[in-house]
């Protein structure tokens, strides 16, 4: 019989000591210098999710994620994250029921997120676009992700050197990437 904010409210009504944001920019900054590529912060509203903030590529083409505006979870690396990390049967169902896509192919992806430890869009959201995401654990919930996106010519032959370096880069700065090994 009571409501509370969740954590994508919270996200974007926090002080800016706390936020998510002001928590994940630093290690953002340093990912953004370090693989070159455009690095976003996405928080999860319900069955959906946005992104908060950005950092730009560095490279003169690159990926510009519209900020600030719900999108589907699917076929989104982040919400690929959210998906493989929800136990929720009516997340699955939602997905489902708004996008064109089969149960066989959404539990596929869901598994093989889980195996690999992050989400993997190529060129299914923007066709010459590849991206990844790591979940951010805060406490014992999944609270975001960190995503890496650019051009499929960049992206494609190095993504898996550029998780490592991503959860290497995370889990230094102190925060914790989500492990699904525990997870579901």
């Known amino acids: 019989g009571h409501f509370v ?7 974007l ?6 936020s998510l944001v002001e928590l ?15 690095i976003t912060l996405a928080v999860f509203l319900d069955h959906e999710l946005t992104y908060v903030h950005s950092v730009p590529s560095n ?3 690159g990926y510009n994620p519209e900020m ?7 076929p989104t690396s982040a919400g690929k994250i959210l998906l493989a990390a929800s136990e929720t049967p009516e997340l699955k169902a939602h997905v489902l029921a708004s996008e064109d896509l ?10 093989s997120v889980r195996k690999r430890g ?19 654990k805060i406490g014992s919930s ?6 890496v996106g650019g051009p499929n010519v960049r992206m494609r032959p190095h993504i898996e050197e550029m998780v490592d370096t991503a959860r290497s880069a995370i889990s230094n700065s102190g925060l914790d990437v989500w492990d699904f090994t525990y997870a579901v």
């Open 5 to 11: 904010f969740g954590l994508g409210a919270h996200t």
């Open 13 to 18: 009504l926090a002080s800016q000591a706390t």
């Open 24 to 38: 994940a920019s630093p290690v953002m900054n340093k990912l953004g210098q370090e693989l070159g590529e455009t």
């Open 59 to 61: 490279q003169r083409i």
């Open 68 to 74: 600030h505006t719900r999108r589907p979870l699917w």
């Open 102 to 111: 089969d149960e066989e192919t959404l539990e596929v992806e869901i598994e």
């Open 118 to 136: 992050y989400g993997l869009n190529i060129g299914e959201t923007v066709a010459d676009v590849s991206a990844f995401a790591l979940g951010l």
């Open 142 to 147: 999944l609270a975001a992700a960190i995503t």
